[in-house]
């Protein structure tokens, strides 16, 4: 099984879409159980500028007020999740959308306020359940899951796309875990796209400050997968594995 986080400017851009969505095709037509996550960033904030919202964000995460979940759950739970789901089936795929608070596929709780500042409904993923989308692919459904999570207790959370993504590898117990993305890869100290690297080696580029901006929640998505199981995770072009070979 293999779980594919599509994001970046990849969502915004047709031609480039439609030629992962391909890829992703390819690789359920030859037989390979996928699972598809999706976050949608820009989206939202076309929607926030379009209704006059303020977009406000913090140490890297959006600040989720009211009337910025609802745009949050409106456009990756309808927008963007549909927009996949139409062009999987244009493709010949039976593809169906769901967000990670249903039926407790992506269970999250308040991510703590940074800095003093509070977040509002943001969540950090503290489980995942594999029950929906696992009775998806038993029907041959492919599923393709928006980063909107819930609380044990119902409240809707918006949640890292990249985050959700290892999250949901971690539950259904994948082979790999792929981030689809508009950068070629993970850099080095040099500027340099690392091919392939173990989890020390990961863990060292973290401490060390290397990784940064956008790249940092994914490295951290890909070493909380592998530790969970996950045998290979893939950004880009960079392949993390558990142990150089």
């Known amino acids: 099984m293999k779980v594919i986080k599509l994001g970046g400017s990849l969502l915004d851009d047709a031609a ?27 989206h939202i ?43 999987l089936t244009a493709m010949g795929v039976k593809a169906a959308g769901i967000s990670g608070s249903d039926a407790g596929t992506l269970v999250a709780e308040q991510h703590p306020p940074i800095d003093g500042v509070d977040l509002g409904h943001v969540g950090r993923v ?23 999570a819930m609380s044990s207790d119902g409240q809707l959370f918006n949640v890292n796309a990249d985050s959700a993504a290892s999250a ?21 100290s040099e500027g340099k ?6 989890a020390s080696d990961a863990h060292a580029l973290v401490a060390d400050g290397v990784v940064k901006g956008g790249m940092l929640p994914k490295l951290t998505a ?10 290979k995770v893939k950004i880009g072009i960079t392949e993390c594995t558990h142990a150089s070979s």
Do not use: C
């Open 16 to 42: 480039r879409r439609a030629d992962a969505l391909t890829e992703i095709v390819a690789l359920w037509q030859a037989g390979e159980d996928v699972v598809l996550v999706h976050g949608g960033g820009k």
């Open 45 to 87: 904030d076309a929607m926030l500028a379009k209704l006059g919202i303020a977009k406000r964000t913090h140490a890297g995460l959006r600040i989720t007020d009211d009337a910025t979940l609802d745009v949050v759950v409106s456009v990756l739970g309808g927008l963007v999740n549909k927009l996949i789901v139409s062009e």
């Open 126 to 148: 503290v489980s995942s359940s594999p029950t929906l989308v696992k009775s998806m692919l038993t029907y041959g459904i492919l599923p393709v899951v928006s980063s909107i």
């Open 168 to 188: 949901l590898a971690a539950a259904l117990k994948a082979k790999s875990l792929q981030f689809i993305t508009d950068v070629p890869g993970l850099l080095d």
């Open 193 to 198: 796209v690392v091919g392939e690297l173990d």
């Open 222 to 231: 890909a070493l909380g997968a592998m530790s969970a199981g996950v045998g």
